[in-house]
């Protein structure tokens, strides 16, 4: 038998019915942790269908995590009614794991909070799920069908997918950053490039990363429609993971005669800031093509870009300056634990007297349904993963994505700027 | 299954397109099926009914984006039968399943065109141009994903077997 890749071991060891296993079988597997936010809702919905009543339990109260991250705090009666409905199903259920409004985004919570851990098999209620690759777990995203069933069973049935590698090397550029690497691989292998495939992210560039850029990485990696994306497996995960928590765990790491579908080498040397344009996140184009193209709003934040490290470089560039007259530049932190730091040290206050808004932790601007909309022939340059026609408000505005250095820069100067240039 | 074809031949066809967040109040079907492509096409639904459309054909990476299950709910509540595409993002491919949407993958996408009538056999496999008269070979379902989509998705496939 030939070796197997990070994906292949850990389904394997989480195959119900034995470890045998090769890509495109069908398998059902047993899940370390399902995670749901305002999804729960439905699930709370399909969970009234179970009869009799007495039978409606969920399959293990303590694998469960339910954040609130969409629509946080509630900005309509309708979803307070939903996030009402959610706290009694919690209760009910006696799920612990519940975190409120307040919290941040489930992407970056879970790890903060210790759920995530190498080789665990995690499901989750959002896409960008595969997120938690960067901490060597197996995670993905679904769809809120697929989310009552695994409350129910703790088991899902999965394809064994194959395995992707890129390999990527070289010094990365000052204010050039690991969102600059993931849309460069957009741009240059479309946004299917790693349909139903899970990905290994290597190489000495990915090793020198922080966990933080490693996890923009894995996060957009969903959008090159992986199902897992993995960082490497090396000490620095080790050590962030048992900050967190004092669950055991083990790295899982690829045999070296495992089989690779196919290895890409990215050589991150003399890599430009890089810009996916409206409305796809393979159009891509390196930044000296569209700077100059004016904007009226900037958005730092979201789960690729959310982090403390992404609102530091912010604040350096805009340190004692004014953001642009004809710019609005929100600042979204990712979690509360980012929003702490920031503010103690003095990194929120820096971006508010440049004139930029923070808001509260949440999934905020990117998603267009809580806040920082934009009307129609607006142009927004953001930190966030979707640039999709309607995303963040009008059908008729444009979305341009880009690393938080370059949402800065682009701030100050009112325009898609280089921040090398600054 | 036979019905006639409405063909979008855009990739990326993503689940902000099929139904923008702004609509996500709701799972309502009918009122996410109203605002169900609009974005991409106003006239959908008018469409759908004039020409008698039920299988939806579009490009390669077919719902990528959002884990939304509305983007798959509000396509079926439109009177969609059936989405054939090239290739599709993995969570629309699932939630199209666990709702009870027959979804193919189908490579040769150029044979098929706006108003063909075609005809589809899940269990041995075939896909039926009639329109052109020719005949194509389909991947079939493992049989315990053809009994999810036949039970009308998989709160009833479980609520049958399982609970």
């Known amino acids: 038998m030939s070796g197997q890749t990070i994906a292949e071991k850990i389904l394997a060891n989480h195959f119900l019915s034995g470890s045998d296993i090769k890509p495109d079988d069908i398998i059902i597997a047993k899940l370390d942790l399902v995670m749901s936010h305002i999804g729960t809702g439905k699930v709370v919905i399909d969970f009234r269908k179970i009869r009799p009543s007495k039978i409606r339990k ?71 799920t595969t997120t938690y690759g960067a901490f060597n777990a197996a995670s993905c995203g679904l769809g809120n069908t697929d989310l009552f069933y695994s409350y129910v069973k703790g088991e899902l049935w999965f394809r064994v997918p ?21 849309i460069k691989i957009a741009g240059d292998h479309t946004a299917e490039v790693a349909t139903y495939k899970s990905i290994e992210f290597t190489g000495d560039t990915m090793e020198n990363l922080s966990i933080a850029s490693r996890m923009t990485m894995s996060n957009f990696a969903l959008e090159l429609g992986a199902k ?30 495992a089989i690779y579908e196919k290895t ?4 991150v040397s003399d890599l430009e800031p890089q810009i996916s344009c409206p409305h796809t996140v393979d159009n891509v184009k390196p930044i000296s093509e569209v700077a100059g193209t004016k904007i009226n709003q900037a958005f730092l934040g979201s789960c690729t870009n959310g982090r403390l490290e992404d609102l530091e470089i912010a604040a350096k560039i805009l340190e ?27 990194v929120s206050e820096t971006l508010i007297n440049a004139g930029a808004v923070i808001t509260n932790p949440s999934c905020g601007a990117c998603f267009g349904a809580l806040g920082g909309m934009l009307a129609p022939s607006e142009k927004c340059i953001s930190s966030s993963n979707r640039n999709f026609q309607g995303r963040m408000g009008s059908a008729a505005a444009e979305v341009y994505l880009g ?3 370059t949402v800065a820069a682009s701030a100050l100067k009112g325009e898609i700027t280089d921040p090398r240039d600054l | 299954m036979k019905g006639n074809v409405i063909k979008y031949d855009e990739k990326n066809i993503n689940t902000d397109l099929i139904i923008p ?31 008698g459309a039920t ?39 699932r939630n199209c399943i666990n709702i009870g949407l027959p979804i193919i993958e189908f490579k040769d996408f150029d044979e098929l065109h706006t108003s063909d009538e075609i005809e589809i056999e899940f269990t041995e496999g075939i896909l039926n141009n009639c329109s052109t008269k020719q005949k194509y070979k389909i991947m079939r379902m493992p049989p315990f994903i053809q009994e999810i989509i036949q039970s009308n998705g998989l709160v009833n496939f479980a609520r049958k077997r399982i609970l």
């Open chain 1, 58 to 128: 969920v399959f293990d109260p303590n694998k469960i995590v339910v954040i609130f991250d969409h629509y946080n705090p509630a900005p309509s009666e309708r979803w307070a009614s939903v996030h009402d409905l959610i706290r009694n199903f919690v209760k009910k259920q006696g799920i612990k794991n519940f975190y409120d409004i307040k919290e941040g985004i489930c992407h970056q919570v879970l790890p903060e909070k210790g759920h995530v851990r190498p080789g665990m098999l995690i499901v989750g209620g959002d896409s960008h």
């Open chain 1, 162 to 182: 194959h395995t992707i590698r890129f390999r990527i090397t070289g010094k990365l550029p000052p204010s050039v950053m690991s969102k600059d690497i993931i």
């Open chain 1, 228 to 257: 897992f994306a993995f960082g490497v497996p090396d000490q620095k995960v080790v050590d962030w993971v048992k900050e967190r928590t004092t669950e055991p765990f083990e790295l899982v790491k690829p045999d070296p005669d």
């Open chain 1, 264 to 267: 890409y080498e990215i050589d």
């Open chain 1, 320 to 346: 004692g300056k004014r953001i642009h007259n004809d710019v609005r530049m929100i600042v979204t932190p990712a979690s509360q634990e980012i929003w702490i730091k920031a503010a103690k040290s003095g």
């Open chain 1, 403 to 405: 690393s938080p250095a």
């Open chain 2, 21 to 51: 967040a702004r609509y996500l109040i709701t799972s309502d079907p009918d009122y996410l099926a109203e605002h169900c492509m609009e974005d991409l096409d106003p006239d959908f639904n008018e469409k759908l009914k004039e020409m």
């Open chain 2, 55 to 93: 299988i939806m054909v579009g490009g390669m990476n077919f719902g990528c984006g959002s884990s939304r299950e509305q983007a798959p709910i509000a396509l079926k509540a439109s009177g969609i039968k059936c989405i054939i595409a090239p290739s599709f993002a993995r969570i629309f491919f």
